[in-house]
């Protein structure tokens, strides 16, 4: 009989609990989900250094938990984000290129219509961290611009 009882309990806790995970809402945070990298520009002091549209396969994955991973082939990194009034705050937590690890980042994104827009400004203070070009100057500033496509929303 008490097995029978537990059995009942148990079944019914099932009911109640999984219905939780297989039938639970997407994210309502726009930023939660798998997105795949599709192209970036580089400007520097203002004129185009690089600019490409992407097919190397990189994704880049936030979670509701603030954490997120990026798989760009070969390399791939990890870390804590935040996400307010459209700045992005990374910290790198792990990285196959242990020079990342500890590095924080401040980007603007916005998202509009499935693709997300990262933006990145470096001012003549940031750029001191950028190598220097054979001649040994730097330029005053820097603009990195990455957009990304949704593939799959995370619940």
């Given at each position: 009989m008490t097995k029978i009882r537990d059995k009942t309990i148990f079944s019914g806790l099932l009911c109640l609990v999984v219905p939780l995970f297989c039938f639970a809402e997407p994210s309502a945070d726009p930023l939660v989900g798998v997105w795949k990298h599709s192209a970036f520009v580089q400007l520097s002091d203002g004129k185009v250094v690089r600019k490409y549209d992407s097919a190397d396969g990189a994704t880049l994955e936030y979670r509701a938990n603030g954490t997120w991973r990026l798989k760009n082939p070969p390399h791939q990194s990890s870390g804590t984000y935040r996400w307010t009034n459209g700045l992005l705050e990374s910290t790198i937590t792990g990285s196959d290129l242990p020079h990342q690890i500890g590095f924080t980042s401040m980007k603007k994104a916005t998202i509009h219509d499935q693709t997300?827009?990262?933006?990145?400004?470096?001012?003549?203070?940031?750029?001191?961290a950028m190598p220097a070009r054979p001649d040994g100057t730097r330029p005053k500033s820097m603009t990195a611009t990455s957009t990304f496509r949704k593939i799959t929303a995370v619940k």
């Amino acid at each position: 009989m008490t097995k029978i009882r537990d059995k009942t309990i148990f079944s019914g806790l099932l009911c109640l609990v999984v219905p939780l995970f297989c039938f639970a809402e997407p994210s309502a945070d726009p930023l939660v989900g798998v997105w795949k990298h599709s192209a970036f520009v580089q400007l520097s002091d203002g004129k185009v250094v690089r600019k490409y549209d992407s097919a190397d396969g990189a994704t880049l994955e936030y979670r509701a938990n603030g954490t997120w991973r990026l798989k760009n082939p070969p390399h791939q990194s990890s870390g804590t984000y935040r996400w307010t009034n459209g700045l992005l705050e990374s910290t790198i937590t792990g990285s196959d290129l242990p020079h990342q690890i500890g590095f924080t980042s401040m980007k603007k994104a916005t998202i509009h219509d499935q693709t997300l827009v990262l933006v990145m400004d470096y001012d003549e203070e940031g750029m001191k961290a950028m190598p220097a070009r054979p001649d040994g100057t730097r330029p005053k500033s820097m603009t990195a611009t990455s957009t990304f496509r949704k593939i799959t929303a995370v619940k």
